[in-house]
């Protein structure tokens, strides 16, 4: 790549609108096949000048139609929406980048910062993501999207409360699958390709699916030009994608899989199966962009360290309860580690909230 000249750059305002705009596409070229949940929300540009609030209006469904009679005038069908806002909220990251290393490093380093801030930015806005749809407003609330727990006899489903009684080796079958769908349909929920919907599964869990002798992989019923990021098969009617960022919980050591994270040990795997329409997320391009500033300062007197980030300007929101689930599952799988902290890294527990800024 050519040579950038950074020793010249002093501040943000210095890089040029065509180095700025390379590097905030290049962000956006890596980011966007890093996102899983992100590709299937309804997609809101950004407001300008009009507040912190993004609205989407979600059209209301209309009734059944009537039978004519020669001569008489049906009523008319009025058209209404429902219309849903959520706050625009601010993410970013960033690093350091010493003089030294930039310098005598072999590799284009500021590319190397934006591949992997890219990447950062793509798990933070599908957690987020993934957060909306879990907890809505509020994780205080436990008011959430539809929730279907696997337990040792039965699903159970609840749709106010997150679940509590998913058992941490009962695992996925294909039955629950279509158990959900049949849920999904009796809901009237549109599918996305007129005959699939969307199920975001951890790989974990979609080790345990693929196992069935039903399992459709990718390849045997639709073409690449066509295939959803991270998409890895089909089965019952739902095209899955695989993605860590799916809502995993810590459990207890009697296989609750889902209490307190005190003294826990079992894990429980949520797969969000959807249809069109379930959430909105504003658009990234033109809402997420690079920053670096480099120069003397009195913290920095020789200019020895540049930082370089992102920041997005997003949000996300449930948009029609109806058109989604979390199916709850087990994987046979538990937490290990001295303390709590600890036992739900090694765990993978991804239900913790997107940390503020302190």
């Known amino acids: 790549m050519a040579d950038l000249n950074l020793g ?7 890089l040029t609108n065509t180095i700025k705009t390379y590097y905030d596409r290049m962000l956006l070229e890596t980011l966007d096949p890093e996102t899983k949940f992100y590709q299937f929300g309804i997609k809101k540009p950004l407001p300008r000048s009009e507040g912190n609030a993004v609205q989407w209006n979600r059209p209301r469904r209309l009734g059944i139609g009537q039978k004519v009679t020669a001569g008489i005038k049906p009523s008319a069908n009025e058209l209404s929406t429902v219309r849903v806002s959520a706050n625009i909220e601010v993410y970013g990251g960033y690093t350091v980048l010493e003089d030294t290393v930039q310098l005598t490093s072999i590799t284009d380093v500021l590319d190397m910062a934006t591949q992997e801030l890219a990447k950062q930015a793509a798990e933070t806005l599908d957690k987020a993501i993934m957060q909306a749809i879990i907890f809505f407003d509020d994780p205080n609330t436990a008011v959430s999207a539809v929730h279907i727990a696997k337990t040792s006899a039965s699903l159970i489903i609840s749709t106010n409360t997150l679940v509590g009684n998913v058992y941490s080796n ?31 599964v951890h790989p974990i869990i979609s080790e345990d699916l693929r196992a069935d002798a039903t399992w459709q992989n990718w390849h045997q019923y639709t073409t690449p030009e066509f295939l959803y990021r991270g998409e890895i098969g089909r089965v019952e009617g739902v095209r899955f994608v695989e993605t860590t ?114």
């Open 8 to 14: 010249s750059i002093t501040s943000t305002t210095d």
């Open 170 to 200: 009962v695992l996925i079958a294909v039955s629950d699958i279509r158990r959900s769908v049949g849920e999904l349909r009796r809901r009237n929920s549109m599918t996305f390709d007129g005959q699939n919907y969307i199920g975001l």
């Open 245 to 358: 960022q799916t809502p995993v919980s810590a459990g207890s050591g009697n296989g609750n899989a889902l209490s307190s994270s005190n003294g826990s040990s079992a894990v429980a795997y949520g797969t969000v199966i959807f249809g069109r329409g379930f959430y909105g997320v504003t658009e990234l391009d033109g809402g997420i962009k690079t920053f670096m500033v480099e120069g003397p300062s009195k913290s920095d007197p020789l200019n020895q360290a540049t930082t370089y980030g992102w920041k997005a300007h997003f949000a996300s929101k449930v948009l029609n309860v109806s058109c989604g689930l979390v199916l709850w599952t087990g994987s046979g799988d538990t937490m290990t580690g001295s303390s709590v902290s600890s036992r739900e890294s090694s765990g993978g527990l991804t239900l913790s909230a997107v940390p503020t800024a302190t």
